[in-house]
């Protein structure tokens, strides 16, 4: 059953007024949904590897919950930041295994709907998220759009909701947004291999 906003929302304000019991009924409805969202970033991997959803839904709910610092407004927002800390929890992920594995050119892939977290594709979430850092400096908005679709795995109606705009301008932002990242991104690789040669 999907949590209605309003009862999310309240439970949200009941944790940012420091209630303990509130912050154990609110991950007991939202579990499902970070499940999925997990899920939906993970859903092209190979069974077997080594970063799982239910690690990565985990790993995103300490983190939030660990941090006090928060003021939550709504269920939009919470799903708006765990989108945001799962971004962080996949490109922790990456950077750790580059460090094991040091060196190894990546393969030009494109911006697709999902993430491809692969052993042979973690230099190019490395090499995204350098691109969406610009990207948020020209466009804030379509790098939070982003980080909605592509790292959370979210479908157009749900990035709609958490962003407060409409399916028509998530649809006409996200193909602006992709264009745009695709070029930075394909300049980043070839300065790389041009550093590499």
């Given amino acids: 059953m999907d949590p ?7 439970l949200l304000a009941k944790v940012s007024a420091g209630d303990g019991e509130a912050s154990s ?13 997990a899920g939906r970033c993970m859903r092209r991997e ?25 003021q939550w407004q709504n269920r939009a927002h919470f799903f708006g ?10 490109l922790d992920y990456a950077r750790e295994h580059r460090a094991k594995k040091r060196g190894g050119g990546g393969n030009r892939v494109t911006l697709v709907d999902g993430l491809l977290v692969t052993e042979e594709h973690l230099e190019d979430v490395l090499i995204l998220d ?42 006409r932002e996200w193909s602006h947004a992709k264009a745009w990242l695709n070029r930075e991104m394909s300049r980043e690789m070839e300065g790389k291999a041009n550093d590499a040669a």
């Fill in 130 to 171: 350098e691109s969406l850092k610009k990207l948020e400096a020209v466009d804030p908005q379509q790098s939070r759009l982003v980080e909605l679709r592509f790292f959370a795995g979210m479908t157009v109606e749900e990035t709609a909701e958490v962003m407060g705009i409409s399916t028509a301008t998530v649809k």
């Fill in 46 to 70: 190979r069974p077997d590897h080594t970063l799982q959803a239910t690690a990565l839904v985990h790993e995103a709910y300490l983190r939030l919950a660990g941090d006090d610092g928060i």
């Fill in 4 to 10: 209605g906003p309003h009862e999310v929302t309240l």
């Fill in 25 to 37: 009924r609110l991950i007991a409805l939202v579990y499902a949904e970070l499940r999925a969202m």
């Fill in 81 to 90: 930041i765990a989108a945001r800390v799962m971004r962080r929890v996949l």
